[in-house]
């Protein structure tokens, strides 16, 4: 059932609802073909930094991080900066620097939930669950029922094995039966194909319009009658090649091994009819004729 987890990671990305850092940082805008010209002072420290955002949603990431960091420079108190290069270090992986970016945005502004919430996000992409719990938990706490936070905290902790908590997490931001398809993709994600249809069956008994719970279900349908068609043709080449292995077996019984002491040839020994017989039964268990055996010396 593994193997259905990288089928779905795109799916499951664009189905959980409110997830994820900000919109801003770690989702693609419809890039402009420029960026269009800014009215006021340019100069100006919020003028830049709308700059910089705009450069963002358009994919500019390294032109952003280059203003940023200028900005940063000129600007050592302002917290907003490297709160954006936590978001786009995070983004591209980076995530010991981006750890320092929102450690300091946070030294600098310790009350802020939103880069509580970015952080806490940035933790789960790193897999680090007790530290993504503590984080969104304290942006919770700044922030009660910010729907952003809320979400992620239910991400963390159904990845870290606390469903219920989770699932109560999910209903508080979309209600009864998408809370289900949430845990859903929770559980693909960690590969529990039987529980994810069933979080995905459920949603369809509370909403049977629910289409993205019904897809689930059809795919996941899908990829388990695949993966019982590999086993079954697993099974039917194991089974010819003993079916084969077991006739080479009888054709060198039959055709080594004498009937009777009588029949031997010339040259013929006890010994050699017990060499046969060893290498016939050895064919027999394991296919293959043991090379490494010699026949007795006479």
């Known amino acids: 059932m593994k193997r259905f987890v990288s ?11 409110a997830s ?16 269009p010209a800014l009215i006021g002072n340019t100069d100006k420290l919020e003028s830049q930094l709308s700059i910089a955002r705009l450069q963002e949603h358009q994919g ?3 032109d952003a991080t280059d203003r940023y960091q200028q900005l940063a ?24 620097v981006a750890n320092q970016h929102f450690r ?28 993504a719990e503590t984080a969104l938990r304290m942006a919770l706490k700044e922030a009660p029922g910010d729907k952003r936070a809320t979400n992620n905290l239910a991400l963390a902790l159904g990845h870290a094995g606390k469903t219920k908590e989770s699932l109560a997490l999910f209903r ?13 993709y929770v559980h693909v994600s960690l590969g529990e194909g039987e529980k994810a249809a069933e979080c995905f069956a459920k949603a369809l008994s509370i909403d049977d319009r629910l289409a993205t719970a019904a897809n689930a279900l059809v795919q996941i ?34 055709g080594v091994v004498p009937v009777s002491g009588e029949s031997r040839g010339p040259g013929s020994s006890n010994s ?16 293959k004729v043991t090379s490494s055996s010699s026949a007795p010396s006479k």
């Open 104 to 131: 300091r945005s946070l030294e600098l502004d310790p009350h802020n939930a939103e880069v509580l919430t970015d952080w806490g996000y940035s933790f789960f992409l790193q897999g680090k669950l007790d530290e």
């Open 60 to 62: 500019q990431l390294r």
């Open 20 to 35: 994820g850092c900000n919109k801003a940082a770690y989702q693609s805008a419809m890039a402009t073909p420029e960026m």
């Open 73 to 96: 420079a000129k600007n050592p108190k302002n917290a907003t900066i490297p709160h954006r290069l936590g978001i786009i270090e995070s983004k591209g992986g980076k995530h010991d």
């Open 272 to 287: 050699d009819v017990q060499f046969a017989h060893a290498q016939a039964q050895s064919v027999a268990k394991s296919g």
């Open 172 to 184: 508080q931001v979309s209600g009864e039966a998408p809370a289900w398809v949430n845990l859903g």
């Open 7 to 17: 089928c779905f990671a795109l799916f499951v990305a664009a189905t959980i609802f």
């Open 221 to 254: 349908a899908e990829l388990q009658q695949q993966a019982e068609q590999r086993t079954a043709r697993k099974r039917q080449v194991a089974a010819a090649k003993s079916a084969r292995a077991k006739s080479e077996a009888e054709s060198l019984i039959a």
